[in-house]
């Protein structure tokens, strides 16, 4: 080992890490970091300290090197450790979620961790994968193929993956002011008053909230989501039918994105959701002047949760309607709030995907002409 780092810590220093050994709150690798720079500080040798503290004489070395070459706060925390690099691209880890939401193959009742690699390294250029490469990707997206309660995808083919594509190249692009990418969806939502008045919490006493509801009738949440910056608008209907919508898309082209020269929107497949929608509700001229500023962006079928706005809709939900509200004035009014923090904040959706990455494509016979 090399003996040339010697620690002599300040009085400042000093206490700072007896305040921290005695606190004993904080991870256990930097309470011994810290027992190792106040033994050598106190003259110990690096043998006698790595016996002392019940480390390895490099973690001694390097805490020593770390405090005299950069400084106290480096030579507490972790070192970066080198890692591979992620073997799935962006793309491939929506390849293989899709799969995995799809009908597993003929003659087997689920998905396996082992079919899902062979079918992935159909479908990319890699020649093997491993089980656990899939079954962390897996993991991070919190899907379990072998539970019954999973998406229902189509079979992955070129429409699929091409639809993929368009969308996760909107995403991947540089944030453009004149061409803005909103995201866009719908959800519906009951009013729910109660029955009897709900018991307060108190010291040791869980609110209570009886179990018998009133519904007070539906209503519809159309929730628009700016892809590239922290900007998202809700707005509550009474119904949700191809007037609501084309109502909604002008709204958005003239009140929110005025000076958008085109407004890039990805949407699901529903009905509705067509240009016909604003010249059924519009006339003619209007329904053409909003839609030379629009252009419209489909997901694949079944795959609406290449959305980003399925992720804030999921938020809004645990973080503003988990809970009984009774009427439409209270509803829009707490969600405005909710909303309006949200935007303040710069809250942003962190998507996963990234188009920055190799291209994938299903595995597909062509045959010439």
């Known amino acids: 080992m090399n003996i040339r780092y010697h620690v002599e810590l300040s009085e400042a220093e000093r206490c700072e890490l007896t305040a921290l050994v005695s606190g004993g709150k904080h991870s256990a690798r930097k309470l011994k970091r810290a027992q190792i720079l106040l033994a050598a500080n106190a003259g110990a040798s690096d043998e006698a300290i790595a016996t002392g503290v019940a480390a390895g004489g490099s973690t001694v070395y390097r805490t020593k090197r770390r405090f005299v070459e950069v400084s106290l706060e480096a030579a507490l925390s972790e070192e970066p450790r080198p890692g591979a690099e992620r073997k799935l ?4 880890e929506a390849l293989l979620i899709a799969t995995a939401c799809s009908s597993p193959p003929v003659g087997r009742a689920r998905w396996t961790l082992e079919l899902l690699a062979d079918a992935l390294v159909r479908l990319t250029q890699h020649d093997s994968l491993s089980r656990e490469t899939v079954r962390r990707r897996l993991a991070e997206n919190d899907l379990k193929p072998w539970r ?42 009951q009013l729910i008053g109660e029955v009897r008045q709900p018991i ?19 209503v519809n949440l159309f929730i628009f989501l700016d892809a ?13 039918t191809a007037v609501d919508f084309a109502l909604c898309m002008r709204e958005l082209a003239d009140v929110h994105f005025p000076e958008a020269e085109r407004i890039r929107i990805v949407l699901d497949n529903l009905s509705t959701h067509s240009p016909g929608a604003l010249y059924a509700t519009l006339p003619p001229q209007e329904a053409r002047r909003v839609l030379r500023r629009l252009e419209f962006h489909y997901t694949p079928k079944h795959a609406s949760w290449l959305n980003m706005v399925e992720i804030e809709i999921g938020v809004l939900r645990g973080q503003c309607l988990d809970r009984r509200i009774d009427n439409c004035q209270r ?4 969600i405005a709030a909710w909303e309006n923090q949200r935007n303040q904040s710069g809250a942003r959706i962190n998507w996963m995907f990234s188009t920055k990455m190799a291209r994938t494509y299903p595995n597909t016979t062509f045959k010439e002409s």
């Open 228 to 240: 590239h910056r922290p900007w998202r608008r809700v707005k509550v209907t009474d119904r949700r």
């Open 148 to 189: 019954k309660d999973m998406w229902c995808i189509p079979k992955v083919d070129g429409e699929y993956v091409a639809r993929m594509e368009d969308v996760l190249d909107l995403y991947a692009e540089a944030p453009d002011q004149k061409r803005p990418v909103v995201c866009f969806d719908e959800s519906p939502t």
């Open 331 to 334: 509803l829009i009014a707490e």
């Open 89 to 92: 691209t962006g793309r491939e």
């Open 200 to 218: 307060p919490a108190a010291p040791g006493q869980l609110e209570r909230t009886d179990f018998e509801y009133r519904r007070n009738g539906m």
